[in-house]
């Protein structure tokens, strides 16, 4: 299995740059992981205290599921992925079925800061946004499909967004193999990305 890595902050176009790699890709032959559906359960506190909770530390994942779940994937099992709610902040009850194959895209903010998961990674590659257009597009996207307000978006993001981003994910870039500059749109990386994908699918 051939795994690639797509960290970088929040809004910088890694859900973007993924979707434009799997319509250049045959789709069905790629896994695929998000670090958000791995966030700790919480819906054992009130929603009040759940909306506050900083999601940007390292300790707001369960990593220990989801380098469990890239074994079984590695080692040719179907796993149940958990699935998250950004509106009410929790796991959700359904789980979405990912079958094994030979290539396995993990997308998320936080993947480059776990040396070991980072170990099970071919490519590791960081988008490389400047945070005035990421705090806009954050804006913007957890207004329209997140239920925030830009006032509680804004708070936040200088609360646990841009800290978290400087002590934790900016750094983890230096363990990237490659920086893709300008986000998800920057389709040369995309091509480049997926003909590596096709190169590797066509190997026998
Ligand atoms: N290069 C870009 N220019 C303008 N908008 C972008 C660009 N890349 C992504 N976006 C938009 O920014 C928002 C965040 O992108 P997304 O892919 O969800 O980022 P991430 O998954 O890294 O948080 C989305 O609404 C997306 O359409
Ligand atoms: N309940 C939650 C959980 C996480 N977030 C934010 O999502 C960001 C990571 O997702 P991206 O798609 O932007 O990579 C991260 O910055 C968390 O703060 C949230 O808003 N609500």
Known sequence: ????????????????????????????????????????DSSHLPIEQRRVLNFDHPDAIEWELMME???????????????????????QPETVRVKPNKILLIEGILILTQPELCEEMDMRI????ESDYRLSRIIERDMESRGRSAHDVIKRY??????????F????????DMLVMGGGLNSKAADFISSAILGKLHER
């Open 1 to 40: 299995m051939f795994i690639i890595g797509i960290a970088g902050g929040s809004g910088s176009g890694k859900t973007t740059l993924v979707n434009s790699i799997l319509e250049r890709v045959p789709y069905d032959q790629i896994s695929l992981l998000t670090q958000d559906s791995y966030y700790k």
């Open 69 to 91: 779940h890239i074994q079984l994937l590695k080692s040719g099992h179907e796993i149940d992925a958990p699935t998250y709610s950004y509106l009410t902040c929790t796991r």
């Open 126 to 129: 960081y988008l490389e946004v």
């Open 158 to 167: 200088y609360q646990t967004v841009r800290p978290m981003h400087e002590e």
């Open 169 to 176: 994910i900016k750094p983890s870039r230096e363990r990237a």
